[in-house]
């Protein structure tokens, strides 16, 4: 069993900026997607932006594409995500989520997940 934990969401403006974590408990494998989805209400659960924690190659919602940055740190076993611009349809719930490789990071179940962090923007 892994256990994740999100941190770092908040209410932030328009054109905002907000850094988002994931602390995973445990041993972390290299061969292993750390992933961040979102669910805003009454929308059904997105894929938002995936990383290979071994060699760091990155996947990204079109939604978010040059806006987000997702990374890890393999000291602290921790993923990030790392989201610029926001806007207000950025709102949702977020939640990081892992699984090992190999597989599809976009359509693919995921094994862990974290409890979720409330991310507003406001307009």
């Known amino acids: 069993q892994v256990q994740l934990v999100e941190s770092g969401g908040g209410l932030v403006q328009a054109g905002g900026s907000l850094r988002l974590s994931c602390a995973a408990s445990g041993r972390t494998f290299s061969r292993y997607f750390g992933a961040w989805f979102r669910q805003a209400p009454e929308k059904e659960r997105e894929f938002v932006a995936a990383i290979t924690w071994g060699v760091g190659t990155t996947y990204y919602a079109d939604s978010v594409k040059g806006r987000f940055t997702v990374s890890r740190e393999f000291t602290k076993n921790t993923v990030y995500l790392q989201m610029n611009s926001l806007k207000p349809e950025d709102t949702a719930v977020y939640y990081c989520?892992?699984?090992?490789?190999?597989?599809?990071?976009?359509?693919?179940?995921?094994?862990?997940w974290g409890q979720g962090t409330q991310v507003t923007v406001s307009s």
């Open positions: 989520a892992a699984r090992r490789l190999p597989g599809n990071p976009y359509t693919d179940a995921y094994d862990y």
